[in-house]
T-cell receptor
Framework: DTGVSQDPRHKITKRGQNVTFRCDPISEHNRLYWYRQTLGQGPEFLTYFQNEAQLEKSRLLSDRFSAERPKGSFSTLEIQRTEQGDSAMYLC??????????FGQGTRLTVV | LAKTTQPISMDSYEGQEVNITCSHNNIATNDYITWYQQFPSQGPRFIIQGYKTKVTNEVASLFIPADRKSSTLSLPRVSLSDTAVYYCLVVTPRGGFQKLVFGTGTRLLVSP
């Protein structure tokens, strides 16, 4: 499968715990996005990388969220001290140049 | 960023043509229009993209009038599997950074 891969697909965690998600973009895609989506809503932009540089981060993102993309390849999204309001689908997308973005299947987070 | 407005939901029957119109009154000169499709528990999937006039691919057609303040996604002869949420996005290319801003989309229900 040469699409965008996200791991894990599902994560259940207790409130207050830290979680980390991984995204493997399509090979040679220099653009990488993270989005969050709650039920009935469209995906909400979180952050964007061009190669290894994090060029934009949503103001909606609290300090508990951090994303990295070392070496411009895979990316990780970490949420510290999770809250019930963090329960959502976390989507990763990648793109190359000015072409369309390709989304992964997402990681569904449930905070209990 | 240009804001988009599209119907919340639409109903259709198998075999019919479906046209979903999106309003984007504040679209800028360099912006282009992109449509994504999303099935439950999956990431959005790119459908079609255009700047002006008409674009057609194997899945859909996109009609953009001269003033570019709206666009219409046309799905020919829909089937049950076309039941999904369709998002209209206006994308601003900025040195390779293309921020994809999703609205709530149009929920299309195709019935037998």
């Amino acid at each position: 499968d040469t699409g965008v891969s996200q791991d894990p697909r599902h994560k259940i965690t207790k409130r207050g715990q830290n979680v980390t998600f991984r995204c493997d973009p399509i090979s040679e895609h220099n653009r990488l996005y993270w989005y969050r989506q709650t039920l009935g809503q469209g995906p909400e932009f979180l952050t964007y990388f061009q190669n290894e540089a994090q060029l934009e981060k949503s103001r909606l993102l609290s300090d508990r969220f951090s994303a990295e993309r070392p070496k411009g390849s895979f990316s990780t999204l970490e949420i510290q001290r999770t809250e019930q309001g963090d329960s959502a689908m976390y989507l990763c997308a990648s793109g190359k140049g000015n072409t369309e973005a390709f989304f992964g299947q997402g990681t569904r987070l449930t905070v209990v | 960023l240009a804001k988009t407005t599209q119907p919340i939901s639409m109903d259709s029957y198998e075999g019919q043509e479906v046209n979903i119109t999106c309003s984007h009154n504040n679209i800028a000169t360099n912006d282009y229009i992109t449509w994504y499709q999303q099935f439950p528990s999956q990431g959005p999937r790119f459908i079609i993209q255009g700047y002006k006039t008409k674009v057609t691919n194997e899945v859909a057609s996109l009609f953009i009038p001269a003033d570019r303040k709206s666009s219409t996604l046309s799905l020919p002869r829909v089937s049950l599997s076309d039941t999904a949420v369709y998002y209209c996005l206006v994308v601003t290319p900025r040195g390779g950074f293309q921020k994809l801003v999703f609205g709530t989309g149009t929920r299309l229900l195709v019935s037998p």
